[in-house]
């Protein structure tokens, strides 16, 4: 019986662990931003999510959570906030909406297939709940943050698309095709490198 408890507690031991280094890892990746070319330069692209799966694929979708849980925590103690917490609540959510679909699905059964399975149903929930949170809470929360009314947004996005006329389509054509985008790349990086790396993760 302490001998089961004893691996049980060594076992919970590693799995805190991989989560304190993968979580480590996301966060220096986050710091590293770039924009897009079809998108304002305030929304910018990071790999942060990269770990964040790779975790997520090894120790499933709770653990997943968690590494992003603790990836916002540390990336605000480092750099603060200007929302009052809001907008890295809102980016906890975006990022589990990524992370989590495509972990339960992969849980399942853990396949080549599911694991693409996983990365599309992950990347359209990224895009469904961001287009959302984006529209409903993080734009107008930024509005009053900055003191600019949301067409300001709206017109800085405008310079780089004409289509984009309102709040609207400023999700439609900026918001989602970067979502999807971040989506694709992330999940490819994901692909490419899991295999090699899931012996270390299960060690």
């Given at each position: 019986m302490k001998s089961e408890m004893s691996l049980k507690q060594r076992s919970n031991t590693k799995v805190i662990a991989k989560v304190g280094v993968l979580a480590a890892v996301a966060t220096v990746l986050m710091l590293l931003e770039f924009p897009l070319w079809f998108a304002p330069n305030f929304y910018e692209l990071d790999f942060?999510?990269?770990?964040?799966?790779?975790?997520t694929f090894a120790l499933g979708p709770a653990a997943g959570a968690t590494i992003e849980l603790v990836k916002i925590?540390?990336?605000?103690?480092?750099?603060?906030t200007d929302t009052g917490g809001i907008g890295e609540f809102a980016n906890?959510?975006?990022?589990?909406?990524?992370v989590v679909p495509a972990g339960y699905i992969y849980?399942?059964?853990?396949?080549?297939?599911?694991?693409?399975?996983?990365?599309?149903?992950g990347t359209l929930?990224?895009?469904?709940?961001?287009?959302?949170?984006?529209?409903?809470l993080l734009l107008p929360v930024y509005s009053k943050v900055y003191g600019a009314p949301i067409q300001a947004f709206?017109?800085?996005?405008?310079?780089i698309n004409p289509a984009i006329t309102d709040l609207k389509?400023?999700?439609?054509y900026a918001v989602v095709p970067f979502n999807l985008f971040k989506g694709i790349?992330?999940?490819?990086?994901?692909?490419l490198i899991y295999k090699k790396l899931s012996p270390i993760l299960h060690r």
């Open positions: 942060s999510e990269v770990p964040v799966l790779l975790g925590l540390i990336n605000f103690v480092i750099n603060g906890l959510l975006i990022g589990c909406s990524f849980k399942k059964h853990k396949s080549f297939k599911n694991a693409i399975l996983g990365l599309v149903a929930s990224l895009t469904v709940i961001g287009a959302l949170l984006n529209y409903y709206v017109d800085m996005a405008k310079a389509t400023f999700i439609l790349v992330v999940s490819a990086m994901v692909m």
